[in-house]
Nanobody, 115 residues
Framework: QVQLVESGGGLVQPGGSLRLSCVAS????????MGWYRQALGSQREWVAT???????NYKDSVKGRFTISRDNAKNTVHLQMNSLKPEDTAVYYC?????????WGQGTQVTVSS
């Protein structure tokens, strides 16, 4: 059974940093792509970043240069380092993992950027 557990959200001032983590269980972690999505209040869930099994990364344009996705296959963990945070980054952030033809999601972690 595939499970994803996120951590690391919180309240931060504009310009601050947070690091999100997602621990995955089930399947073969090192061969799967992983990613992060976010959903702001009243908005649809949107893609933020992905990392493939080889470590290749892709980012939403608005977070390029500020966010970094990485993975630690030994710990079945994917991270999202978020720097220079802006109020518009406020959202619930979800870890994502495609596996066996299905999409799996974590429970979400709230990130609030406010002074």
């Amino acid at each position: 059974q595939v499970q994803l557990v996120e951590s690391g959200g919180g309240l931060v001032q504009p310009g601050g940093s947070l690091r999100l983590s997602c621990v995955a269980s089930g399947g073969i972690f090192e061969i799967d792509a992983m990613g992060w999505y976010r959903q702001a209040l009243g908005s649809q869930r949107e893609w933020v970043a992905t990392i493939n099994s080889g470590g290749g990364t892709n980012y939403k344009d608005s977070v390029k240069g500020r966010f970094t996705i990485s993975r630690d296959n030994a710990k079945n963990t994917v991270h999202l380092q978020m720097n220079s945070l802006k109020p518009e980054d406020t959202a619930v952030y979800y870890c994502w993992r495609p596996y066996g033809g299905r999409n799996y999601w974590g429970q979400g972690t709230q990130v609030t950027v406010s002074s």
